[in-house]
């Protein structure tokens, strides 16, 4: 082919770029409709368009290309992911990996982000059913610890950070949580499974059991732990900016506790949260002023 | 082959020996502090996050010189250069003071798509204007020379006018950037397209060249792939001396990137260079004398 033929360099880009991701290899790729829209004469005669070698076909050529491009992102994939792949099996979870990708390819420079929607994917794509159902939860939490490890650093207030805070002022601040936190409303107890698998245990798929978790970064480790409803909607409250007692209004949903009994409450999950290091910040600036 | 001490054209240091900085290593560095003249960082495994890596990366810039080295910056695209990217690329350059940066001759994805892997060019007349020009604007934006290195190619776009390594030359002398000579891509890319590895190398503007990567391959028979997962073969070897006999010396890294093992295995292999670097240096005291 002389100078004159060549095509753009842009299509030759796009072309190349639909041969080697198409899911089923370089041939299907060559021979699909948006490759052929591009580069009509490739599925005419490939080698107008690639070379061969001594050894390999054109074809043959442009399938490492096609090979490597699942081969990286599903390596990627299988290390993000590692007990929902347990769950669903190698077989099935690759062959979800294939299709996750093949529709949402990588719009980003870093691999971070790649498997940002691959939870909602397979909660899309995947039949229902409580085996399904749990991988999906689990997905999610595997998604999240991924995103809380990337999340900003953020140093934990301190033990005389809290105790600075005066107790008539508890209920007017505002705390802000550390960057690295995520809330998750679970179908399934897909903690406890997890915690089970990473104990060495084969546990059986559980049964739906709505659970409520987050998940965080202390330092540079990544924990997830379950928490009790209120507790969960008690925090989500004073992460979205809510006073303390803003959020236990909001949380009573008009149910009478008796001041000892939510004093006690609060004072357990308070040391809980606290020790998590999942509060950085008090913010006082908002306190009504007295008459 | 007599030694030639050939300084680069932005007397960028030759900062010695040095290895790839990988994760699994992490722990062992920051604990040991090893002998290791610099390392070079895959730049966008610190870019968009704040865990643990950079806690260590900014450990490890305080105590050895850094080369940022990108796999997605994506020259060679047709889409629209990311300033963005750039910007965050600046921002971690100056973090660890990095002492240089760089990526590859390729493009990595187009249409708004990123492949993540080093896809061929067609060397063209069009191909080589339009990195020229890509080449130019980042380099411009980010008040540096850009350090480009020849990639492992699979395959030959039928539409290409010029070999690889004219492209390469040309490239470098007319959008005035560096290059980083990957000796292990030299020896895969010739393999795969039944060229002389040592005409690829005499076409090469030394006086451009400021890094030389050497790595392992897998041989498949029909051909090579980059694989970066063991030692370097003797072939790999000779080529290096080749380029360390034209340049009298640039910095040298060894990546090891699949079945990666303890860091003094990595230590040992990146420091067979020193024969030929050694062997160079004596040569060219001698030839000065």
């Known amino acids: ?291 | 082959m007599t030694t030639t001490s050939l300084p680069n054209r932005w007397n960028l240091p030759d900062l010695g020996l040095g290895v790839g900085l990988r994760t699994q290593h992490f722990r062992y560095i920051t604990e040991h502090w090893p002998a290791m003249d610099w390392f070079e960082i895959l730049s966008e495994n610190f870019i968009d996050t704040e865990g643990r890596p950079l806690w260590y990366l900014d450990q490890i810039a305080e105590r050895y010189p850094i080369v940022m080295h990108g796999v997605c910056l994506s020259v060679g695209s047709t889409d629209p250069v990311d300033f963005g990217f750039l910007d965050k690329l600046r921002t971690l350059a100056g973090r660890v003071k990095a002492v240089w940066l760089g990526d590859h001759i390729c493009w990595t994805g187009v249409a708004g798509i990123n492949g993540h892997d080093l896809y061929p060019v067609p060397y063209t007349e069009e191909g080589l204007r339009h990195m020229i020009s890509r080449v130019r604007i980042i380099q411009d934006y980010l008040e540096r020379p850009l350090i480009l290195e020849n990639p492992s190619t699979y395959l030959t776009f039928s539409a290409s006018s010029m070999p690889e390594e004219e492209f390469i030359a040309r490239l470098a002398i007319e959008a005035d950037c560096a290059l980083l000579l990957d000796v292990n891509n030299v020896y895969v890319t010739c393999r795969n397209h039944d060229l002389d590895p040592v005409a690829y190398l005499d076409a090469i503007p030394y006086e451009h060249v400021v890094q030389v990567h050497l790595a392992g391959h897998t041989d498949n028979g029909t051909h090579c792939i980059d694989t970066h997962d063991g030692h370097v073969i003797d072939e790999v070897w000779q080529l290096y001396k080749r380029v360390h006999d034209r340049t009298g010396g640039r910095a040298t890294l060894l990546e090891w990137d699949a079945n990666i093992p303890k860091f003094a295995v990595l230590q040992r292999e990146v420091r067979k260079a020193l024969r030929f670097r050694n062997g160079a240096q004596a040569a060219a005291k001698q030839v000065a004398a």
């Open chain 1, 1 to 291: 082919m002389n100078l004159r033929e060549s095509p753009r360099l842009e299509t030759l880009e796009r072309w190349m770029q639909t041969v080697v991701m198409h899911p089923e290899g370089a041939a299907a790729g060559v021979r699909s409709r948006p490759a052929r829209k591009l580069l009509p004469e490739a599925a005419v005669d490939l080698e107008n368009v690639v070379l061969p070698s001594r050894a390999l076909s054109s074809v043959e050529r442009l399938d490492i290309y096609a090979h490597m491009y699942y081969a990286r992102l599903l390596e990627i994939l299988v290390e993000e992911y590692p007990t929902t792949r347990q769950i669903l099996g190698r077989h099935e979870f690759t062959h979800a990996c294939r299709r996750f990708l093949e529709r949402n390819p990588s719009k980003s420079r870093t691999l971070n982000l790649l498997s940002e929607r691959f939870p909602e994917f397979l909660g899309r794509s995947l039949p229902r059913g409580h085996r399904n159902g749990l991988a999906v939860d689990v997905a999610r939490i595997e998604r999240a610890m991924e995103d809380v490890f990337d999340a900003r650093r953020a140093e934990p207030l301190t033990a005389a950070e809290f105790t600075g805070i005066g107790a008539a002022d508890w209920q007017h601040v505002r705390l802000t949580l550390v960057p690295a936190l995520r809330f998750l409303k679970l179908r399934y107890p897909a903690n406890d499974y997890m915690n089970a698998v990473r104990r060495g245990q084969k546990p059986r798929i559980p049964r739906r059991r709505p659970t409520t978790a987050i998940v965080y970064r202390r330092g540079f480790q990544v924990f997830r732990r379950d928490q009790e409803p209120a507790q969960f909607r008690l925090l989500k409250a004073l992460a979205s900016g809510r006073t303390l007692a803003q959020a236990v209004r909001a949380n009573a949903h008009g149910k009478r506790v008796s001041a000892d009994r939510l004093a006690a409450t609060l004072g357990a999950w308070f040391r809980e949260w606290a020790a998590a290091g999942l509060f950085c910040g008090v913010d006082h600036a908002r306190r009504p002023r007295t008459r």
